[in-house]
């Protein structure tokens, strides 16, 4: 086993704000399958599929780094849980739920140390609000292809940054990381960081 990091993801976002704060790493996409079951909380949620991710990866017989990362991301809506529109309809029936109110986007993430068989979980949430957004505006944003591989139909780092009038915690967990609380687990599993 080696002294490296691999991502279990095949988000760009993740891989950018891993790369952001100078990780070296390498990124392997895991094949869960991510589906809710019944009265399980959005937190709950989040921490089972990072989980299924990360051990997808750590369990491959060619894997031979010695820490796996898998994360995953929802938007939460009047105790509605919302993941990636399947279509541009549904993406539009998700941003005039998401109009004019606030909502939370739970990340999860997963830590595994191979070498000392550990697991790290947990799952963080972010208030955003979004101003009234108008039939026009939804349909230009559904059309700019922008929200269909996004939770809740929307990305804070792109065109939707102009909804967003405010959020309350961490914003690179709406991207999908929360980087303050993933690298503290990062730190005590013995992963080298920058700071
Ligand atoms: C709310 C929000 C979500 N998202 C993205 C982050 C995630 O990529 C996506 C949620 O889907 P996820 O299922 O969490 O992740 P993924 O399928 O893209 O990648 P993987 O499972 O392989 O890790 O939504 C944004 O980019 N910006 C936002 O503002």
């Given at each position: 086993?080696d002294?490296?990091?691999?991502l279990?993801s095949?988000?760009?976002?993740?891989?950018?704000?891993?790369?952001?704060?100078?990780?070296?790493?390498?990124?392997r996409?895991?094949?869960?399958?991510e589906?809710?079951?019944?009265?399980?909380?959005?937190?709950?949620?989040v921490?089972?599929?990072?989980?299924?991710?990360?051990?997808?990866i750590?369990?491959?017989?060619?894997?031979?780094?010695?820490?796996?990362?898998g994360?995953?991301?929802?938007?939460?809506?009047d105790?509605q849980?919302?993941?990636k529109?399947?279509?541009?309809q549904?993406a539009?029936?998700?941003?005039?739920?998401?109009?004019?109110?606030s909502?939370?986007?739970?990340?999860?993430?997963?830590?595994?140390?191979r070498?000392?068989?550990?697991?790290?979980?947990?799952?963080?949430?972010?208030?955003?609000?979004?101003?009234?957004?108008?039939?026009?505006?939804?349909?230009?944003?559904?059309?700019t292809?922008?929200?269909?591989?996004?939770?809740?139909?929307?990305?804070?780092?792109?065109?939707?940054?102009?909804?967003?009038?405010?959020?309350?915690?961490?914003?690179t967990n709406?991207?999908?990381?929360?980087?303050?609380?993933?690298?503290?687990?990062?730190?005590?599993l013995?992963?080298?960081?920058?700071?």
């Open positions: 086993m002294d490296t990091l691999v279990a095949a988000s760009p976002r993740r891989k950018e704000l891993l790369a952001q704060i100078g990780l070296e790493f390498s990124v996409p895991s094949s869960v399958a589906t809710i079951k019944p009265a399980e909380t959005p937190g709950d949620l921490i089972r599929l990072s989980l299924d991710k990360a051990r997808d750590a369990g491959r017989s060619d894997i031979s780094a010695r820490w796996v990362i994360s995953d991301t929802v938007v939460v809506c105790g849980i919302l993941g529109p399947a279509d541009h549904e539009a029936a998700m941003l005039r739920q998401l109009s004019g109110i909502h939370q986007v739970v990340s999860g993430y997963a830590v595994i140390d070498r000392q068989q550990i697991e790290r979980t947990e799952a963080v949430s972010t208030k955003v609000h979004f101003r009234q957004l108008t039939e026009a505006e939804i349909a230009r944003y559904v059309a292809g922008e929200p269909i591989d996004k939770a809740g139909a929307y990305a804070i780092q792109g065109i939707a940054a102009c909804f967003v009038s405010g959020i309350e915690g961490s914003y709406v991207v999908g990381l929360p980087l303050c609380r993933l690298t503290l687990a990062l730190k005590e013995g992963v080298p960081l920058v700071i």
